[in-house]
Every structure is written in structure tokens, then in C-alpha cells.
């Protein structure tokens, strides 16, 4: 099995600053791509920003220039820092992880729970 956990999620001014973190732990041969997607209340789940094991980056341009995704490969681990947050920018972000199990195995999604955004205007 595949456990993936956000962390860093809250409340902050427009204007303001947060910075996420998640975590892939369990069974785990090699991770591909890592991503941060969100949904906002009423709304269809988006991409936010991706990252490939070799550090190529790709974003929605909803968020270029505000938001940085980062990586540790050697800890399974995923960060997105997020600046000038705006209230468009409140939803639930969740964490992605396309994982390989094993040497043979093919790629799986996994998922985390999420963690809550909230900018107030």
C-alpha cells in the first residue's frame, strides 16, 4: 500500500503566504511525477503544478509566478510554496503521486486527503 499525506494548509490574508507539503510513504519502487491539484466548492478538480522525478515543472497560469513547486526525491516529498495568495485561490489542494510499486509494476495514481486553503479578502 501507498499513503499520501498534506500537510500546511490555512487561513491567510490576501496578500499572504503558505507553504504545502506532502509525503509518499509504503510501498514504493521509484515515483514519477508528483503534483498539486484543487477543487474549489461547486468546482471540477484542477491542476495546479506538477513536478517529474528529474524536476521539470509545468503550471496552471492561473499561478505562474506566484507559485513554486519543489521536491526531495530522496524523501518522497513534494512542496509548493504559494505567495500573493489571492480569495480565488481558496479550495481544498490535494496531492498527487504516480507510483511505481516495483520493477515490473506499472505506473499507479495515488492520492491524499487534502488539505484546506482559505485566503480571506
Given at each position: 500500500q501507498v499513503?499520501?499525506v498534506?500537510?500546511?494548509?490555512?487561513?491567510?490574508q490576501a496578500?499572504?503566504s503558505?507553504?504545502?507539503s506532502?509525503?509518499a510513504?509504503g510501498s514504493?519502487?521509484s515515483?514519477?511525477?508528483?503534483g498539486w491539484?484543487?477543487?474549489a466548492p461547486g468546482?471540477?478538480?484542477?491542476?495546479?503544478?506538477?513536478?517529474?522525478?528529474?524536476g521539470?515543472?509545468?503550471?496552471?497560469?492561473s499561478?505562474k509566478?506566484r507559485f513554486?513547486?519543489s521536491?526531495?526525491?530522496a524523501?518522497?516529498t513534494?512542496?509548493?510554496?504559494?505567495?500573493s495568495?489571492k480569495?480565488?485561490?481558496?479550495a481544498?489542494?490535494y496531492c498527487?503521486a504516480?507510483?511505481?510499486?516495483?520493477?515490473m509494476?506499472?505506473?499507479?495514481?495515488?492520492w491524499?486527503?487534502?488539505?484546506?486553503?482559505?485566503v480571506?479578502s
Amino acid at each position: 500500500q501507498v499513503q499520501v499525506v498534506e500537510s500546511g494548509g490555512g487561513l491567510v490574508q490576501a496578500g499572504g503566504s503558505l507553504r504545502l507539503s506532502c509525503v509518499a510513504s509504503g510501498s514504493i519502487f521509484s515515483i514519477n511525477a508528483m503534483g498539486w491539484y484543487r477543487q474549489a466548492p461547486g468546482k471540477q478538480r484542477e491542476l495546479v503544478a506538477t513536478i517529474t522525478n528529474i524536476g521539470t515543472t509545468n503550471y496552471a497560469n492561473s499561478v505562474k509566478g506566484r507559485f513554486t513547486i519543489s521536491r526531495d526525491n530522496a524523501k518522497n516529498t513534494v512542496y509548493l510554496q504559494m505567495n500573493s495568495l489571492k480569495p480565488e485561490d481558496t479550495a481544498l489542494y490535494y496531492c498527487n503521486a504516480k507510483v511505481q510499486r516495483s520493477i515490473m509494476s506499472q505506473l499507479y495514481d495515488y492520492w491524499g486527503q487534502g488539505t484546506q486553503v482559505t485566503v480571506s479578502s
